[in-house]
């Protein structure tokens, strides 16, 4: 399987119906602008929120590394919609071999997100550069380097994607979507369904999804 093509496509999909066919040129249907370098910058920023890296708080706290690979997939989400608006949506299968470090270093991965914050930022002021590609080399080194491969990047992102499906077919705009489920929150849910059940396809997925949610 190409995880990668499989996964541009879903967000294509995704985005189709979450902001309507226009949304390449820039805007949603609404006619609000889109910035998905904003977005990844602001993904990058909390993945570093990951790691105990403040100097005055919490100082013997464990990094979060759960929670800063939930902030990559968030990532890879904007960068693969930021490729799409471009127009180059086929360069990325070039990383679908890449093997992932054993061991994940902390102070690598906040070095990597940092500068991931500068360029993605940078080139939101400066609509004259052209960050895609090295934005993609960054993320894909942060991949490694969290011992993430594409295979586990495709399942976690299959997860959220759905998961997105979901809530803007079940009113998450107009905010009648219930996301606690239970005791907890859907993703807890959708990530469970898919622990269960790694080689579920999209479409059983988001019918497990369902049969979850009538349950409430």
């Known amino acids: 399987m190409n995880h990668i093509k499989q996964m541009f496509e879903l967000q294509m999909k995704l985005n189709n119906a979450t902001n309507g066919e226009i949304w390449t040129e820039g805007a949603t249907k609404e006619g609000r602008p889109i910035s998905w370098l904003r977005c990844i910058y602001m993904e990058a920023a909390e993945a570093i929120d990951s790691f105990n890296w403040k100097h005055w708080k919490d100082i013997e706290s464990e990094n979060d590394i759960d929670n800063a690979k939930v902030e990559l997939v968030d990532i890879w989400h904007f960068l693969m919609s930021e490729a799409i608006h471009y127009g180059d949506a086929s360069f990325a299968e070039i990383y679908n071999d890449m093997v992932p470090e054993r061991d994940i270093d902390p ?65 998450y705009k107009d905010g009648s979507y219930v996301k606690m489920w239970g005791a ?33």
């Open 184 to 216: 907890v929150e859907d993703n807890v849910v959708a990530f469970n369904i898919m622990e269960e059940s790694p080689e579920l396809t999209p479409e059983e997925l988001y019918t497990q999804l369902e049969e979850a949610y009538a349950q409430l």
């Open 107 to 171: 102070e690598k991965m906040v070095e990597i997100f940092e500068k991931i914050v500068a360029i993605s930022a940078s080139a939101n002021v400066d609509k004259s550069q052209n960050s895609l590609y090295q934005l993609f080399a960054l993320f894909f080194q942060a991949l490694g380097n969290m011992a993430m491969d594409v295979p586990e990047l495709y399942k976690r992102y299959l997860v959220k994607n759905q998961l997105n499906t979901f809530r803007q077919d079940h009113g």
